[in-house]
């Protein structure tokens, strides 16, 4: 038996009847082009929307969510998968009461885990499908591995981009990374982009043409439209200030972006056409390619 099916057969064993949770992964090409702060946003309008949310920090060596959030986290991932904690004990819970999970980076180092103990790792990940509608995964910049590795798994990916020139260079080196992956599924993995730090709707709206122009030409990727966050110096502020700007400012022009592009993803025919697999199922998708 290899190591995937003794995956499938541990979620399977530790399934019960529950609610799954919707795993939406955010990435960027580059850093410094918005991602985390549009997972945090959108994680806040979430909550707006009655959702229970959960961030995951996949960002591995990069604290961006907690410093954002003002708060420090007592336990990561690492604690759970080499410490013993349960999924509860890490979960450190921000403003709104969104959730949010340290990674810490210890994933790569799962190849010398044993069946039982991963095991208790995909056991206490499933519980998050209980504790939460929605799951972001903030990963990495960049085509490193470990970005790959949550993206492939993927089946909601949200791909942050800026008019820069090297934003949207990367942007593409990214999704021709993936395409190129070898168990990356296009059937399966739907990809949205948002435009960032635009002037207008018609700036966004021409970064995500040239983007897609060369996607179609080159890639034969299903590269859609989500929506733009506008420059505004209010976000800028409330970085400065680690508040998210939806909370500090409800009608700031990118807090009534965030809205918008919130208000999307939760469209019913939108979610009527998710098939989602749970968080246990995310996670073992990862560490299944990871030849343990």
Same mark, same amino acid.
């Given at each position: 038996?290899?190591?995937?099916?003794?995956?499938?057969?541990?979620?399977?064993?530790?399934?019960? /009847?529950?609610?799954?949770?919707?795993?939406?992964?955010?990435?960027?090409?580059?850093?410094? /082009?918005?991602?985390?702060?549009?997972?945090? +946003?959108?994680?806040?309008?979430?909550?707006?929307?009655?959702?229970?949310?959960?961030?995951?920090?996949?960002?591995?060596?990069?604290?961006?969510?907690? =410093?954002?959030?003002?708060?420090?986290?007592?336990?990561?991932?690492?604690?759970?998968?080499?410490?013993?904690? +349960? &999924?509860?004990?890490?979960?450190?819970?921000?403003?709104?009461? /969104?959730?949010?999970?340290?990674?810490? #980076?210890?994933?790569?180092?799962?190849?010398?885990?044993?069946?039982?103990?991963?095991?208790?790792?995909?056991?206490?990940?499933?519980?998050?499908?209980?504790?939460?509608?929605?799951? =972001?995964?903030?990963?990495?910049?960049?085509?490193?591995?470990?970005?790959? @590795?949550? !993206?492939?798994?993927?089946?909601?990916?949200?791909?942050? %981009? %800026?008019?820069?020139?090297?934003? &949207?260079? @990367?942007?593409? #080196?990214? !999704?021709?990374?993936?395409?190129?992956?070898?168990?990356?599924?296009?059937?399966?993995?739907?990809?949205?982009? &948002?435009? +960032?730090?635009?002037?207008?709707?018609?700036?966004?709206?021409?970064?995500?043409?040239?983007?897609?122009?060369?996607? @179609?030409?080159?890639?034969?990727?299903?590269?859609?439209?989500?929506?733009?966050?506008?420059?505004?110096?209010?976000?800028?502020?409330?970085?400065?200030?680690?508040?998210?700007?939806? =909370?500090? +400012?409800?009608?700031?022009?990118?807090?009534?972006?965030?809205?918008?592009?919130?208000?999307?993803?939760?469209?019913?025919?939108?979610?009527? #056409?998710?098939?989602?697999?749970?968080?246990?199922?995310?996670?073992?998708? =990862?560490?299944?390619?990871?030849?343990?």
């Amino acid at each position: 038996m290899d190591q995937a099916e003794k995956l499938r057969n541990i979620i399977k064993a530790a399934d019960v /009847v529950r609610p799954l949770a919707r795993v939406i992964t955010v990435t960027s090409g580059k850093g410094g /082009v918005g991602k985390s702060n549009t997972a945090i +946003n959108l994680a806040i309008q979430f909550r707006k929307m009655d959702q229970k949310v959960i961030i995951l920090d996949a960002d591995f060596g990069l604290a961006n969510i907690e =410093i954002m959030f003002g708060a420090v986290p007592k336990h990561n991932l690492c604690d759970l998968i080499y410490q013993g904690k +349960n &999924i509860k004990e890490i979960i450190t819970w921000g403003p709104m009461d /969104v959730g949010f999970i340290s990674g810490g #980076s210890g994933i790569a180092g799962m190849s010398n885990l044993s069946k039982e103990y991963l095991s208790y790792i995909i056991q206490n990940l499933a519980e998050l499908d209980a504790i939460a509608d929605v799951i =972001i995964v903030d990963t990495g910049a960049g085509i490193a591995d470990a970005v790959l @590795d949550f !993206l492939v798994a993927s089946d909601e990916i949200l791909l942050v %981009t %800026t008019p820069e020139p090297t934003s &949207i260079t @990367d942007s593409y #080196s990214l !999704l021709k990374a993936l395409r190129r992956h070898e168990r990356f599924a296009p059937e399966v993995s739907k990809i949205k982009m &948002i435009a +960032n730090k635009v002037e207008n709707a018609e700036e966004g709206e021409a970064l995500f043409s040239k983007l897609k122009v060369v996607t @179609d030409k080159y890639l034969k990727m299903n590269l859609t439209y989500l929506g733009e966050i506008p420059q505004d110096t209010q976000l800028a502020k409330s970085v400065m200030q680690q508040m998210p700007v939806s =909370i500090q +400012n409800p009608n700031a022009k990118s807090t009534k972006a965030y809205e918008n592009i919130a208000a999307k993803l939760m469209n019913k025919e939108v979610n009527q #056409s998710l098939s989602k697999r749970g968080m246990a199922a995310f996670f073992s998708h =990862i560490i299944s390619g990871r030849k343990l």
